[in-house]
């Protein structure tokens, strides 16, 4: 099921917040996590296992 980001609601809370959504790629082992102290998503970390993330 594909979803047009265009029609996400920004937040009950702009500016102050707002909601967003991170797409991590399919079949990667990446792990990407929100830094409060930066304020910024950045990578954590690589799953060192075999699982990656299944979906697109």
């Avoid at 500016?15 to 996590?33: A, H, M, Q, R, S």
Wanted: aromatic letters at 12%; one cysteine or more; proline letters at 5%.
């Amino acid at each position: 099921m594909a979803i047009n980001y265009l029609d996400l609601p920004i937040g009950r809370k702009y500016p102050y917040e707002v909601d967003c959504v991170v797409e991590i790629g399919k079949d990667t082992n990446l792990k990407y996590e929100y830094d409060e102290r930066l304020h910024v998503f950045r990578l954590d970390r690589c799953l060192l296992s075999s699982m990656s993330y299944p979906c697109t």
